[in-house]
C-alpha cells in the first residue's frame, strides 16, 4: 500500500480542488485493491480516543459518586450554568411551546407525524412456532422499561433529534422515557427553547439539563434526590447523537445499559455518475459539512469530469453559505474526499466498504444501484432525496451509525427498544418426542445433569 500514489498533486494553490481526490482506478494503485487495502485508505476523522477515554472516565467515577453536586460542577465548568436541579419545569416547556414560532412548530408537527406513521409500520409481530403434541415456542417482544435520550448541543440546534430519538422509543411502548440537552447560559441554564418545545409537543414530560459525557452518565447510574435536585432514576438504554466525548460515555457504560451505536461526526457519502448534477452534489455535500468541522464529505465516481465539475460549484457555494469557514475545514479535512473508481461496480463496492451514515445513490437506474448496497445507515435514492429530507420530514430516522460501523450496525428505529423473550411451552407428548435427543446431546457435552432433568420426568409418567 505504501507506494500507491492515491492522492494527486495540484498543479498549483490558485487551482487546487478544494477536497482532496483519493484515486483508486487501477491506474493508480497498479492492483485491484483488497477489502482490507480498501478500509485501510477509506477517508476518516482524526479523533482522540484515548484522550477523551481518560477524560469521560473521570466524568463518570464522579457523576457515579457524586450525584448531582458532579453534575452541578461540570453545568458550571462546561457550560457556564449554576444549577440548583438539572429538570426542566413542566411550566418551561409548555412556555416554550406555546412561543414557538408557528412555522417551527407545523414543521415539527408534520416531522412527527410521518415519523410516527414510519415507526408504527416497524413494531415487529410476535412468533408462535407449532411443533405438535402440545409443543410450541414463542417469541414476544417486550418494551424495555425506561429510556434516556440525548440531544446535544453544540454549533447547532437539534429539535429534530428530539423527534427522532423519542418517536420510535413511544411505537415500541415504552413507558417511561427521559431526556437531556446541555443547559445554555443565554437561556437561563435550560435548554434551548427549540428542544423544550419539541418535547412538548412529543409529551416527554422529564426534560433535563445535562450535557455530554455527565448525562450519559447519569441516565446509566442514577442520581439520588438531594436537597432541591430531582432524582434521576436509571435507564434500560440509552440513545441519541453527540460528539466524541458522548460516544465515548456510552461506550463506557455499554453493558451496563443499552445503547444504539457510538456515533461520531456525521457523514455524506454520494454515489454518483455523470447523469448527477454537479449542483446537487456539492450542495449535499456542504450541507453535511456545515454540521462540524469534522464532518465527512465523500463523492465515490467513475467520471473524473464530474468529480472536476463538482469541484467548481463547491467552491462557489461554499463561499455564498452561512457556515463558510466550518464548512470549508469539513471539506478541507482528511476526512473528506473525491474517490475516483474504475466503474460503477467499484464505486458500489468502495461504498459498501465506507459504509456511510449517509449515502445518496445519483446514478442512471439509481433504484436498481440502490438495491444493491449492504452497508449504509440509511440510502438515499435519486435527486430528489436529499438527505436533509431524511434529517426533518422524510419519515425516517437520522440517529445513523457512523464511522463505518454501517457495516454491522443499525440507524436508531423501534427495534432498538425492544426486547424479544421466548417463552418454551411443552407437554408431556411434546417433551417425549425430543427426551431421547436431549439426553444424547447432554451426555455429548459431558453435562448429565441436563439429561437427568428429562429422564426423571420420563421415570415419573412410567409410573
Keep these: 500500500m505504501s507506494e500507491m500514489n492515491l492522492n494527486a498533486s495540484p498543479s498549483s494553490a490558485a487551482d487546487a480542488p478544494?477536497?482532496?481526490?483519493?484515486?483508486?482506478?487501477?491506474?493508480?494503485?497498479g492492483h485491484p485493491l483488497t477489502h482490507a487495502e480498501l478500509k485501510a485508505v477509506m477517508p476518516r476523522p482524526e479523533q482522540d480516543i484515548a484522550g477523551a477515554t481518560e477524560a469521560v472516565e473521570g466524568i463518570i467515577r464522579r457523576v457515579r459518586a457524586e450525584g448531582f453536586t458532579a453534575?452541578?460542577?461540570?453545568?458550571?465548568?462546561?457550560?457556564?450554568?449554576?444549577?440548583?436541579?438539572?429538570?426542566?419545569?413542566?411550566v418551561e416547556l409548555r412556555r416554550a411551546a406555546e412561543q414557538l414560532d408557528p412555522e417551527i412548530r407545523a414543521a415539527l408537527e408534520e416531522s412527527i407525524r410521518r415519523a410516527r406513521i414510519f415507526a408504527r409500520a416497524q413494531r415487529p409481530e410476535d412468533t408462535v412456532v407449532d411443533y405438535g403434541d402440545g409443543a410450541s415456542v414463542t417469541q414476544r417482544w417486550e418494551p424495555v422499561r425506561r429510556v434516556g435520550l440525548y440531544v446535544p448541543g453544540g454549533l447547532a440546534v437539534y429539535p429534530s433529534s428530539v423527534v427522532m430519538n423519542a418517536v420510535p422509543a413511544q411505537a415500541a411502548g415504552v413507558g417511561s422515557l427521559a431526556l437531556a440537552s446541555p443547559p445554555q447560559r443565554e437561556f437561563g441554564g435550560l435548554p434551548h427553547p427549540?428542544?423544550?418545545?419539541?418535547?412538548?409537543?412529543?409529551?416527554?414530560?422529564?426534560v433535563h439539563a445535562i450535557g455530554g459525557a455527565q448525562a450519559i452518565a447519569a441516565f446509566a447510574h442514577g442520581i439520588d434526590p438531594t436537597g432541591e435536585a430531582a432524582e434521576i432514576e436509571p435507564v434500560d438504554v440509552?440513545?441519541?447523537p453527540g460528539n466524541v466525548y458522548v460516544a465515548t460515555a456510552k461506550r463506557l457504560v455499554k453493558g451496563l445499559v443499552g445503547i444504539d451505536a457510538e456515533a461520531g461526526p456525521t457523514e455524506i457519502a454520494i454515489l454518483a455518475d455523470d447523469s448527477a448534477d454537479p449542483d446537487f452534489v456539492a450542495a449535499d455535500m456542504i450541507s453535511q459539512a456545515e454540521h462540524d468541522p469534522n464532518a465527512a464529505a465523500v463523492l465515490i465516481t467513475a467520471s473524473a469530469a464530474l468529480a472536476d465539475r463538482v469541484?467548481?460549484?463547491l467552491r462557489w457555494q461554499t463561499l455564498r453559505t452561512k457556515h463558510s469557514d466550518r464548512v470549508r475545514t469539513a471539506l478541507t479535512g482528511e476526512q473528506s474526499a473525491v474517490i475516483l473508481v474504475d466503474d460503477l461496480a467499484e464505486g458500489i463496492r468502495v461504498a459498501d466498504v465506507y459504509a456511510a451514515e449517509h449515502l445518496e445513490i445519483l446514478t442512471e437506474e439509481a433504484r436498481s444501484v440502490a438495491a444493491r448496497i449492504t452497508s449504509a445507515g440509511a440510502v438515499f435514492v435519486g435527486p430528489y432525496s436529499p438527505v436533509s429530507l431524511g434529517d426533518y420530514a422524510a419519515g425516517?430516522?437520522?440517529?445513523?451509525?457512523?464511522?463505518g460501523t454501517?457495516?454491522?450496525?443499525?440507524?436508531?428505529?423501534?427495534?432498538?427498544?425492544?426486547?424479544?423473550?421466548?417463552?418454551?411451552?411443552?407437554?408431556?407428548?411434546?417433551?417425549?418426542q425430543v427426551a431421547e435427543h436431549v439426553e444424547v446431546l447432554a451426555r455429548a457435552e459431558d453435562l448429565p445433569a441436563h439429561g437427568d432433568a428429562v429422564a426423571i420426568r420420563r421415570r415419573a409418567e412410567a409410573r
Design 18 to 29: 478544494l477536497v482532496r481526490r483519493l484515486d483508486l482506478r487501477r491506474a493508480a494503485t
Design 71 to 90: 453534575l452541578a460542577d461540570l453545568a458550571q465548568q462546561f457550560d457556564g450554568v449554576v444549577q440548583q436541579t438539572t429538570l426542566v419545569p413542566a
Design 194 to 206: 427549540t428542544i423544550l418545545a419539541a418535547a412538548y409537543l412529543l409529551g416527554i414530560q422529564e
Design 238 to 240: 440509552v440513545t441519541g
Design 311 to 313: 469541484q467548481e460549484a
Design 396 to 403: 425516517s430516522n437520522h440517529v445513523l451509525p457512523t464511522s
Design 406 to 432: 454501517a457495516a454491522y450496525a443499525s440507524g436508531l428505529n423501534v427495534a432498538t427498544f425492544l426486547k424479544a423473550i421466548q417463552v418454551i411451552e411443552y407437554g408431556r407428548a411434546g417433551l417425549g
